[in-house]
């Protein structure tokens, strides 16, 4: 057979495999049977791999995954994948559908859909072939899972018919409820912890570093929305029965509704009918069907305005209190789990749920074996609500919260203010200590790759990493040691601590876990102390003084700086090289024209977040100040600003812009 006739015959059966692919896993209407299918396959594989000069990333070979281990890159979205406005009634809905009516002004239609409790993907195709799954991440940018994308059968790789040269379609990926079932029955039987629900398997099926092992689960995919410069048809309903002639499973329980009450309809429908579908909904979700009104609505700094869902009312279950465990937080928190027979609820099996913290447990009044009532909080989060106290056994005894921690039995504190009791061992308490490292080594802090939870917890039980200042001194052969790591991952390791001495210095401040310093308290304190030593150095008073720090936070700072541990620990990570000064960027241009003019922020923007305005503002010679005053010269209000801020900007006479007037002002 001539080389011509060898491409020609694998073209044939990739041809053939993705149509029994779309027929079985999108139509559920299967031509062949599982053994011919498999014989095609098993055909197309031996002929690319004895002909690897053809080889095609989107041939359906490539569904079976890869058990590489490779390390999820960061994708900016192009357009960003922000989240839905959520509602809970009707008079809800109603207000929307006011604001839509008063914002677009001519007729408009409301499209119904089911909102599918799965996790968010992306999916970018060029010229009919998939190039790019994103996750929503944090939805500006989101993690590349395209290899673990592929091996779910219900997406198409390649397209067939008319379809634009290229375009994004999002939607969910879930777990049926027989696959979910099937997937923790199997966890069990290995002697794994089961899933909590089928989002949350979906969602860590899909952060799987293997991919061959995420082929294994059985996930599915609805498609429910198309972006794109030149998609072929006016409406979002059009565009998605367009895409399913392209192959996409779009949902089939979606309706046009010409009226607020047909809303209420398919609603009313679904919040009974839900509970006979084979996957988990949480809500419906109403979009604009004109994508030229959903233009002229626009977004929020959040979410779209020409979009909504409604929340369905959290099921009850009823079943018996087994035990309580307690679970130790990064910052010391403890927080009481119940351990509960297991209880069907919205779906799923049900044998854990939150009760969050003593005053919850106190107020419950909870005894050993007490029959409780159980909600899904959101539809997603289990917790107890209530307790059949008549159904209470004669010899019950109370829940009684430890006064010692389950981990390394120190005695817990309370802080004066809070609910939650804590253990004080901050540097030798086990799920503390590993929770800061993953804290430290976090996206959003010193984004350091490929070291994932069981990873650290290994360095940690072989003495390897005791505290964040052991990262730096890790070698090759200790990583490679471990096991599942090989040389690429290790050195991916490495290569991720290296550059971690390159991250500015609020982001090192925001790593170390201070108690109460988030991102933006951090930025704050590193601008008014831009070395550690002034930091370290500064009194209460002196931190207090800085814009947004109580002093709740000012005596956390404090505190953490008079730990002759923490001491230790922030001149080891001086002399491992880390940023311990503000540098100053100099790509940022600076300049006077708001000339020590003072500026209240309050409220949502379009172009910005609250953070980037102050910067611009900063960094235009102006100055930031969290409540209005006399002396303050502009209140910047954007969408849902502060009442209270607008009544005082008015009745001092501040000036009030928006967001289009404050751009006026420095270009």
């Not at 360095?459 to 200042?469: E, I, N, P, R």
């Amino acid at each position: 057979m001539n080389q011509s006739d060898i491409e020609l015959q694998i073209n044939n059966l990739r041809n053939q495999l993705h149509q029994h692919n779309h027929n079985y896993y999108v139509l559920n209407t299967p031509v062949i049977s599982d053994i011919e299918f498999d014989g095609l396959m098993q055909q197309l594989i031996d002929l690319e791999l004895s002909n690897p000069q053809f080889n095609d990333p989107n041939s359906p070979t490539q569904r079976v995954g890869s058990d590489i281990n490779k390390e999820f890159k960061q994708v900016k979205h192009v357009y960003p994948m922000l989240s839905l406005g959520n509602t809970y009634n009707e008079g809800e809905i109603a207000d929307f559908y006011t604001r839509v009516s008063k914002n677009i002004e001519s007729p408009f239609e409301i499209v119904c859909e089911l909102k599918y409790d799965g996790t968010a993907i992306g999916l970018t195709y060029e010229n009919g072939e998939l190039v790019r799954a994103v996750t929503r991440g944090d939805g500006e940018m989101g993690d590349d899972v395209t290899a673990n994308v592929k091996t779910i059968k219900s997406i198409p790789l390649k397209l067939k018919g008319n379809y634009p040269t290229s375009f994004e379609i999002r939607g969910e990926i879930f777990l049926p409820h027989k696959g979910f079932e099937k997937l923790n029955n199997d966890r069990e039987e290995a002697g794994d912890t089961p899933f909590a629900n089928p989002r949350n398997a979906a969602a860590g099926s899909l952060k799987m570093q293997n991919s061959a092992l995420v082929a294994k689960r059985p996930l599915d995919c609805f498609l429910y929305y198309l972006l794109g410069s030149e998609l072929p048809e006016i409406t979002h309903y059009d565009n998605l029965n367009l895409a399913r002639t392209w192959g996409f499973k779009i949902p089939e329980h979606i309706k046009i509704c010409q009226t607020i009450n047909e809303v209420y309809d398919f609603i009313n429908h679904w919040n009974e009918a839900r509970h006979s579908l084979p996957f988990d909904i949480d809500g419906i979700v109403l979009k604009v069907n004109n994508l030229e009104q959903q233009r002229r609505l626009g977004f929020t700094a959040k979410s779209p305005r020409w979009a909504i869902s409604y929340k369905f009312k959290a099921e009850q279950g009823y079943t018996q209190l087994l035990s309580v465990s307690y679970q130790v937080g990064r910052t010391g928190a403890i927080t009481p789990v119940a351990n509960l027979d297991a209880v069907q609820l919205a779906g799923t099996t049900v044998r854990r749920a939150s009760l969050h913290n003593s005053d919850i447990i106190n107020n419950l009044n909870l005894h050993h074996n007490d029959m409780v009532y159980v909600e899904k909080g959101g539809e997603i989060i289990p917790k107890i609500v209530g307790v059949d106290e008549t159904a209470r056994q004669a010899n019950a005894t109370k829940i009684q919260f430890p006064t010692t921690c389950p981990e390394c039995a120190t005695d817990l504190i309370r802080i004066d203010g809070e609910v939650a009791h804590y253990c004080p061992n901050t540097n030798h308490c086990p799920p503390q200590v590993k929770g800061r490292i993953e804290h430290y080594i976090a996206r959003k802090g010193m984004n350091i790759d490929g070291l994932g939870s069981e990873t650290i917890d290994t360095l940690y039980q072989t003495g390897m990493v005791k505290d964040v200042a052991d990262l730096y001194q890790l070698h090759p052969m200790q990583l490679i040691s471990l096991e599942r790591l090989g040389d690429k991952s290790a050195n991916n390791i490495l290569a991720g601590i290296e550059a971690s001495k390159h991250i500015p210095f609020a982001r090192v401040i925001f790593a170390l876990g201070i108690r109460y310093v988030g991102e933006t308290v951090a930025k704050k304190l590193t601008q008014a102390f831009p070395t550690i030593d002034k930091l370290m150095g500064a009194s209460i008073e002196e931190l207090m003084e800085v814009d947004e720090i109580g002093d709740r936070i000012a005596m956390s700072v404090k505190a953490f700086f008079e730990d002759n541990e923490n001491l230790a620990l922030i001149d080891r990570l001086r002399k491992a090289g880390l940023q311990m000064q503000v540098i100053e960027d100099k790509t940022i241009t600076k300049t006077n024209k708001l000339n020590a003019q003072t500026f209240v922020v309050s409220g949502t923007f379009a172009s910005f977040s609250r953070d980037e305005l102050k910067s611009i503002i900063e960094n235009n010679g102006g100055k930031n100040v969290s409540g209005v005053s006399a002396k303050t010269n502009y209140l910047v209000a954007g969408e849902k600003t502060g009442p209270s801020k607008l009544a005082s900007a008015e009745k001092l006479g501040v000036k009030i812009i928006s967001e289009q007037e404050f751009i006026g002002l420095i270009e």
